[in-house]
């Protein structure tokens, strides 16, 4: 069985829902607290084993780019400072991993990027993670989908309960139970209305995908607004092999692509922090 190592996070998106701010500026770019979201999401993978971060960016995304690179002019000024701290804090965001560029080619949909990234991936198991959100836990939710991999030698897809009034916002699961948090996948419906969902279960956040993916999505015609989909490409793998669905344990989930998702994040990392946490409750307390 082969190591995962690879992990393709599409950057690609216009991040229509935070304009202005998107205008000029990456959505993955935005911080949460001190850090951006696209970090969290990469050091999610870096925690999990992953050694090769494939970032799949379009036109305007350049910030992503410097920010996982060395600024020296900014190290030579942070070393005549005296700021060994952070100058050792912007090192290591260059040192997480070996990070690859590419160039997303094709159609919209969250299907497009993955297959941009067949020729880097070539005959691997890889992860794909989305960098507007990301799913706080421990174990990192990356490594549980690798577990599962590695005991089934079979695609994984990451999952969480939602509410049932809330499964037409998510694509849903049609699941056997297999053992205790792990489920074999029947089906796949998007967005199903409350009355008509097989489950509560949500699928979604991290894919752990074999090189066979690349042969759905190139037969794929587009669906939906015109966009190659994913998920639809798992749907047709899963008739003809199994695919599993871990339910990630001690899960937050973070919709940082959506404002008040955002704007959640951002309060529970800052009451998280060392440093601002409790100050920062005090004004929350003063404020409600």
């Known amino acids: 069985m082969q190591k995962i190592r690879k992990a393709v996070i599409p950057v690609a998106g216009f991040g229509t829902r935070f304009l202005p701010a998107t205008k000029a500026m990456p959505k993955e770019m935005l911080p949460i607290v001190d850090k951006p979201i696209i970090q969290y999401v990469v050091e999610e993978a870096v925690a999990s084993g992953i050694t090769d971060i494939i970032l799949v960016t379009g036109a305007s995304k350049r910030a992503v780019e410097d920010h996982f690179d060395y600024n020296y002019e900014m190290e030579a000024w942070l070393i005549k400072q005296g700021k060994e701290e952070q100058l050792e804090e912007i090192r290591k965001i260059a040192e997480m991993a070996n990070f690859i560029y ?10 497009t990027p993955v297959l941009s990234a067949k020729d880097v991936i070539g005959d691997e198991p890889f992860v794909v993670l989305w960098g507007d959100e990301f799913i706080y836990s421990n174990p990192p939710r990356a490594r549980q989908c690798i577990d599962v991999y590695e005991k089934y030698d079979a695609p994984v897809i990451s999952a969480i309960e939602v509410a049932r009034e809330d499964v037409s916002k998510y694509g849903i699961a049609d699941v056997e139970l297999v053992a205790d948090n792990i489920y074999r996948i029947k089906s796949l419906v998007e967005k199903p209305d409350p009355s008509d969902a097989p489950s509560t279960l949500a699928t979604h956040g991290c894919y752990l995908l074999t090189p066979d993916i690349f042969d759905e999505l190139k037969q794929l015609k587009p669906g939906k607004g015109g966009e ?51 100050e920062f409750r005090k004004y929350l307390h003063s404020v409600v």
């Open 102 to 111: 590419v160039r997303q080619k094709g159609p919209y949909g969250n299907g």
């Open 228 to 278: 190659i989909w994913l998920p639809e490409a798992v749907q047709a793998l899963a008739k003809k092999r199994s695919v599993y669905a871990c339910k990630v344990k001690n899960a937050t989930y973070y919709d940082t692509g959506s404002k008040l998702g955002y704007l959640k994040a951002n309060v529970d990392f800052a009451l998280r922090d060392k440093t601002l946490g409790e």
